[in-house]
């Protein structure tokens, strides 16, 4: 069935360092790849989404491309904020399974000053 | 607009009690889900509705019963609690399954003793 991994975490970053949370996926279909964060005390809301292979995802600075050929979801942010922290999960969904969200297990970011 | 809301916050429960957890939206959406999260594990599907009317399983049903009388509500019965159902429960809602962006509560934190 389809599934989702992702790095595991805690990951502590400086502020202003480059982030990466490694994110891929199996999938018998052509899926639509997201990440959402959740902040402490709060639901999950959607960051970025890419519907096919080698579109790229983007908001609030952080950035993710379909990768087809790697099977891989990657999100990656350029200097990350003390704000940022917070727990990322990737998830994918596809429409010859119903459709439905699955999630992985999530990455927790901590950001320090 | 109060997008998606969840009753209550916070719960705790007795092994072999029952209660609902209620989770409204008023967006309008046709596809509603529960989600139950749980350390290392992101969030498993419990059970979801694409329709008034219309319930189906997800990942993780045994122990839960949800109804859609309403467009608007979707709540989720624990019909006797065991303590493996501690977990915090998110509600959310969409358009559509695919690509759509799903808008998820606040969530509820339920301890079951």
């Known amino acids: 069935g389809n599934s989702v991994t992702q790095m595991e975490g805690p990951v502590t970053l400086s502020e202003e360092a480059f982030l990466t949370i490694n994110c891929t996926y199996t999938?018998?279909?052509?899926?639509?790849l997201f990440w959402y964060v959740q902040y402490p005390g709060e639901g999950l809301q959607l960051l970025l989404k890419?519907?096919?292979?080698?579109d790229k995802g983007s908001n609030k600075g952080f950035e993710a491309t379909y990768r087809k050929e790697t099977t891989s979801f990657h999100l990656e942010k350029g200097s990350v904020q003390v704000s940022d922290s917070a727990v990322y999960f990737c998830?994918?969904?596809?429409?010859?399974?119903?459709?439905?969200?699955?999630f992985g297990q999530g990455t927790e970011l901590s950001v320090k000053p | 607009n109060a997008g998606v809301t969840q009753t209550p916050k916070f719960q705790v429960l007795k092994t072999g009690q029952s209660m609902t957890l209620q989770c409204a939206q008023d967006?309008?959406?046709?596809?509603m889900s529960w989600y139950r999260q749980d350390p290392g594990m992101g969030l498993r599907l419990i059970h979801y509705?694409?329709?008034?009317?219309?319930?189906d399983q997800g990942e993780v049903p045994n122990g839960y019963n949800v109804s859609r009388s309403t467009t608007e509500d979707f709540p989720l019965r624990l019909l006797s609690a065991a303590p493996s159902q501690t977990s915090v429960y998110f509600c959310?809602?969409?358009?559509?399954?695919?690509?759509?962006?799903?808008?998820f509560g606040p969530g509820t934190r339920l301890t079951v003793t």
């Open positions: 509705s694409v329709g008034a009317g219309i319930t």
């Open positions: 967006m309008n959406h046709e596809y």
């Open positions: 959310a809602s969409s358009r559509g399954v695919g690509n759509y962006e799903q808008y």
């Open positions: 998830a994918l969904s596809d429409r010859n399974q119903g459709g439905k969200l699955i």
């Open positions: 999938a018998t279909g052509y899926p639509s």
């Open positions: 890419a519907t096919k292979a080698d």
